[in-house]
């Protein structure tokens, strides 16, 4: 059991004041890990494409997967860079790696990284494959559904992986079988980029270059709080709302709709944002995040991530609605 | 220190004033702008929620938000701050939004149903519930998923039949949800008439697995026979059908419970000429009762001095005065219809409330200690190892985790108690002797907010086990 100290401000947060949890509080978060496993997960597909339905819970996609004995939902989540299990129904899980990290106020945070045989999402298969041991127990309570875990990107980064919402399924592609309805789907691309595990999206937002990260868990858009003027001018604060932090101090988040985004040359309307302080998540990652487009996003239309020609490829429209 | 979560959920603990409050950014700076001509009670709670302790002298206060006045006339006042000043590093962040989130427990709550199809695809056949969908039979797979099984989109697989697909499986009375998944597509029920909104722009069916009949004998020339009562809020229900040349019925789902009712024939409201249970409803008109449910019996051995006893509780208001007991040769006793769920109770003789002597299961203290019963019991917890505590309770999520708990019976060093639990995740814990603990024989917990444990449980729906 090899423990590191690792000097890395790992941004940590804490469930405050568990019984005021008001229902149906959107979620946005990603996981912060403290290192990148060493091995990368090896997908067994025997077919060209698998469909898989998900069940919306909020806003979220829940996939069925079985993890060795334990099967049940999992957050389909760009925003973990990998699979995390939620620890209250794997804690015999042995650690093969402990990870002492120095989060926000000095305080120390112990990170479980385990090993599972085999992680099996129906006709795609895994052996054998690192995941964090995390105490998701809060997205259950929120989300009143069994939750055993986050189906990270890195196990979909050999794929091309279509959203659709309205169908309420995820499709994988194998590169060779998307090559053949990649037309029929959409000519519009956004240019995405891969930088551990969590998938940016570079573009020009109302003429600011920003850095997206692309995230099916946020079940509402994120924008940084100290980005250009012209960002905001289309941006209407409706709610204000004054939050428990981690420590007790109380944090600000304001909440509205972005009217319009002109994101490099699409434009998409009403989209619900929050605005707030994205440096701490740029601090750990080492680059900027100047927000985050996940449900609102996503439910404009179906998107293809095209992992491997750092893509996301769609309808070209004249507005997404 | 152990830290519980990687993702953050921020709770409002104070929802700021919406009202009469405008926000623009402008620059680096927000800009709220308060209308003034508002009742002085909710500017004050606007003025505190930017972190000022009140409109008076604002100017000269110090806001913890970081808000400063930007101006003030005697109608608005304008705050601001500088946005990027707003360090406090949360990459996380919830907010005050409408999420529909549903859970299985609300979507299957009604208080009665009716279904009506295109044509007829879900069937009850005993208590096996047929789903059939006739369309698609070239797909490859086709799977049910419904409040039933926990929404899943495996464990039901449908079979392929001449027509199409079809799958059977036990459902218990009561509101179901569910949809078709062909080929990963998800589906409503094409030929079901019932739906609701699925959250997605869609519609999810709904079938009613019927528990209650209504027949009314005779009327053979009546055109039209309705039923309404407290479960349609009065509102008429074209449920009847002629059975027979002279006879009437109505299959329907009716919630547990007792409730009111009437038939109307060809617009006139009538009684039940079959039920003998009418009750005045208080305002002069009498209506017909019925009751869906197990009937419970309350017993009161002893007592054969008294010359009235009652009982009271939760389920019917604590109203000492409304359920008046039957005399038997041994003592008392009330036989009284409750639907499935977990009540307490007192009886009430010689004008003082006592609990049920009879009943191992209690909870409180003193003059406030009930007596618990559980109707349709599902769960039994138990507690070993701790043969010689005096008062072992359990308290959880069911149970507003109550101070005391309800306390549980010890048999031969074992203790235990069974209680009903709707369908979906229950947090609990045992109080031994007033210390509080988890259940040592349940390996599922989750930290809360205290940094202690909670073991918890999920149940199943009804139609899963």
Redesign the interface.
């Known amino acids: 059991m090899v423990k590191q100290s690792i000097n890395i401000l790992v941004f940590v947060q804490l469930i405050c004041m568990q019984p005021l949890i008001a229902q149906d509080q959107p979620i946005v978060g990603w996981y912060m890990p403290a290192m990148m496993p060493a091995k990368v997960p090896v997908p067994q597909l025997d077919v060209q494409t698998l469909v898989l339905p998900f069940y919306k819970a909020g806003n979220l996609m829940l996939i069925e997967a079985t993890v060795d004995d334990q099967t049940g939902y999992f957050i389909f989540d760009t925003g973990a860079p990998y699979l995390v299990l939620n620890r209250t129904y794997f804690r015999k899980y042995p650690s093969i790696a402990n990870y002492t990290a120095l989060g926000i106020s000095n305080i120390e945070v112990d990170i479980v990284r385990t090993s599972v045989k085999a992680l099996n999402i129906r006709a795609l298969e895994y052996q054998n494959i690192e995941a964090d041991v995390a105490d998701l127990s809060h997205l259950e309570n929120n989300r009143k559904v069994k939750i055993l875990g986050l189906l990270g990107t890195n196990l979909f980064t050999d794929f091309v992986v279509g959203i659709d919402f309205k169908a309420q399924n995820i499709t994988l592609y194998s590169p060779e079988a998307f090559q053949k309805i990649s037309a029929k789907v959409g000519t519009a691309t956004l240019p995405i980029s891969l930088r551990n595990n969590l998938v940016l999206i570079n573009g020009v937002v109302n003429g600011q270059k920003v850095q997206l990260v692309f995230d099916t868990g946020a079940e509402i858009n994120v924008l940084g709080n100290d980005l250009a003027e012209a960002v905001y001018e289309p941006f209407i604060i409706q709610k204000r709302s004054t939050l428990s932090g981690s420590v007790g101090e109380e944090i600000e988040v304001f909440s509205g709709v972005l009217m319009r985004m002109l994101l490099n040359n699409h434009i998409y309307l009403n989209m619900k944002t929050i605005m707030t302080n994205l440096s701490g998540i740029g601090k750990v990652y080492g680059f900027r995040v100047d927000g985050i487009l996940g449900y609102e996003f996503l439910v404009k239309g179906p998107v293809y991530i095209d992992f491997k020609n750092r893509q996301i490829i769609m309808q070209k429209k004249e507005f997404y609605e | 220190?152990?830290?519980?979560?990687?993702?953050?959920?921020?709770?409002?603990?104070?929802?700021?004033g919406?009202n009469g409050?405008n926000?623009?950014?402008s620059?680096?700076y927000?800009l709220?702008t308060i209308q003034l001509n508002q009742p002085k009670a909710q500017i004050d709670s606007i003025v505190k929620?930017f972190?000022f302790s009140e409109l008076e002298k604002i100017e000269t206060q110090k806001s913890?938000?970081g808000w400063v006045v930007k101006s003030r006339t005697t109608s608005i006042l304008v705050l601001s701050q500088n946005?990027?000043k707003?360090?406090?590093?949360?990459?996380?962040?919830?907010?005050?939004?409408?999420?529909?989130?549903v859970?299985?427990q609300a979507q299957t709550r009604a208080d009665y149903g009716v279904n009506s199809f295109k044509q007829r695809s879900v069937f009850t056949e005993g208590s096996q519930i047929r789903f059939t969908l006739n369309a698609h039979q070239k797909a490859k797979q086709v799977?049910l998923?419904g409040t039933f099984n926990?929404?899943?989109?495996?464990a039901t697989p449908m079979r392929k039949t001449a027509n199409g697909w079809e799958v059977a499986l036990p459902l218990e009375a009561g509101k179901h949800v569910y949809k078709f998944?062909v080929?990963?597509?998800?589906l409503h029920d094409p030929q079901n008439n019932k739906r609701e909104d699925d959250?997605?722009?869609?519609y999810n069916s709904v079938y009613f697995v019927a528990n209650y009949v209504f027949d009314l004998a005779g009327f053979a020339t009546a055109k039209k026979v309705s039923v309404a009562g407290s479960f349609t809020n009065w509102q008429p229900l074209n449920l009847l059908f002629n059975e027979s040349t002279n006879s009437w019925r109505g299959v329907l789902y009716l919630r547990e419970g007792t409730h009111a009712y009437k038939f109307i024939v060809d617009g006139k409201w009538i009684l039940d000429p079959a039920n003998s249970v009418v009750r005045d409803d208080g305002s002069g008109n009498k209506n017909s009762f019925t009751s869906v449910g197990d009937t419970f019996y309350f017993r009161l051995p002893g007592f054969l001095e008294a010359k009235k006893i009652t009982v009271a509780g939760d389920f019917n208001g604590w109203n000492f005065d409304e359920l008046t007991m039957l005399r038997s040769k041994q003592g008392w006793v009330l036989p009284y219809v409750l639907p499935a769920g977990n009540f307490q109770y007192k009886f009430q003789a010689f004008g003082k409330k006592i609990a049920d002597p009879n009943n191992p299961h209690a909870c409180g203290t003193g003059d406030f200690r009930n007596s618990v019963l559980a109707v349709k019991p599902n769960k039994t917890f138990v507690l070993r190892g701790f043969a010689n505590a005096k008062v072992v309770a359990l308290s959880g999520s069911f149970n507003g985790w109550n101070q005391d708990g309800f306390t549980l019976e010890n048999t031969n060093g074992v203790w235990q108690i069974s209680i009903f639990l709707p369908p979906?995740?229950h947090h609990y814990k045992f109080i031994v002797d007033g210390k509080w603990m988890i259940d040592p024989a349940n390996?599922?917990?989750?930290?809360?907010?205290y940094k202690t444990k909670n073991s918890?449980l999920?149940v199943e729906g009804p139609g899963l086990n």
């Open positions: 220190m152990r830290i519980a979560s990687l993702w953050l959920l921020l709770l409002p603990i104070l929802a700021s919406q409050v926000y623009k950014i620059g680096d927000i709220a929620s972190g913890e938000l946005k990027k707003n360090t406090k590093e949360l990459p996380n962040a919830y907010t005050m939004g409408d999420i529909n989130s859970d299985i799977y998923s926990g929404w899943s989109t495996l998944i080929d990963g597509k998800w959250g997605n722009g869609g979906g995740k390996e599922l917990w989750e930290e809360n907010e918890i999920w």
